[in-house]
């Protein structure tokens, strides 16, 4: 009956002390888990840029954008927004941004700040035109500068797509889209060794035009894609080089390519009217009938996106005869 007793006893203790291993596992386990999800949950990237250095958290869920090329972007790698820049024209292949799903955070000049705190988004994309108020948003939420530098199109284009990349888990979709812009870089920029002609760029407004040539806001045409300026020599600024249709006449260029600002900020399209003019008719571009009217959203509204850069690259190759 004693060893019966003892038998027992012994092995309630062993059970009882196994138990207690167990629960003290499982919490370390719970502890853990709790520390790695934590941690999952904190995690940020480093974003080193001029106007300030931030950092953003991984996969932030409430985005806020000011840029439409970032949001051509973030549209294509199927990444939601909270709230987009409402108060002017958003392009048409972005229209689905004008519904109310989406907050208004004012225009691409002027952010609605109390909008922005209301949202409290975990970051916010900006370009050249919200870089006077950088330090305003800042206060509000981590903001990232995704401009384009024009001097340097491509490079710059390419580090903003691999922080988009870097941010939201997407490396492996912007590398695909990379290598697939290059590739049609590629293809043009053989096409254009083997023609023989010179290009002008233009934008028509009201009743003017200025003229941009080689590392300007649309000198992506000469630096990248290839097409030679029948001008090396215009002054490189974002509102371009007041020209006169004199200037056209005298440069005669082969090919003559028109943005329309007028269209591109919504009112009636203008650009054909004002510069198909008795001086223009004078130049090889038109009596070629080698004038394209660019599409002004991806130029005008939209560069420096996964989608407006490859329409870019489309509308050039098309010209190429």
Partial sequence: MKKTLFFL???????????????????ESS???????????????????????????KN?????????GVLDSLDKLGIEVAGVAKGGVIPSYLEKYESDDYENVGSLKEPDFEKIAEIDPDVIFISGRQSAVYDQLAELAPTVFLGVDTTNYMESFKANMNTLGEIFDKQSEIEEELAAIDSSIEELNKKAQ?????????????????????????????????????DENIEASTHGMNVSFEYVMEQDPDLLYVIDRSAAIGEEPAAKNIVENDLVKETKAFKNDNIAYLDPEFWYLSGGGLVSVQEMIKEIDATLK
Avoid: W
Avoid at 39 to 47: K, M, Y
Avoid at 60 to 68: A, G, L, S, T
């Fill in 9 to 27: 006893f012994a092995s309630l203790l062993v059970l009882t002390l196994a138990a207690c291993g167990s629960n003290s596992d499982d919490k």
């Fill in 31 to 57: 502890n853990s888990k709790g520390a790695d999800s934590k941690e999952a949950e904190a995690e940020t990237i480093e974003i080193k840029q001029e106007l300030g250095d931030t950092e953003v958290p």
């Fill in 60 to 68: 932030p869920e409430k985005v806020v954008v000011f840029d439409f």
């Fill in 194 to 230: 083997d023609m023989d002609q010179k290009a002008l760029i233009t934008l028509a407004n009201d009743d003017k035009i200025s003229a941009y040539g080689p590392k300007s806001r649309f000198g992506i045409i000469h630096d990248v894609f290839g097409v030679p300026a029948v």
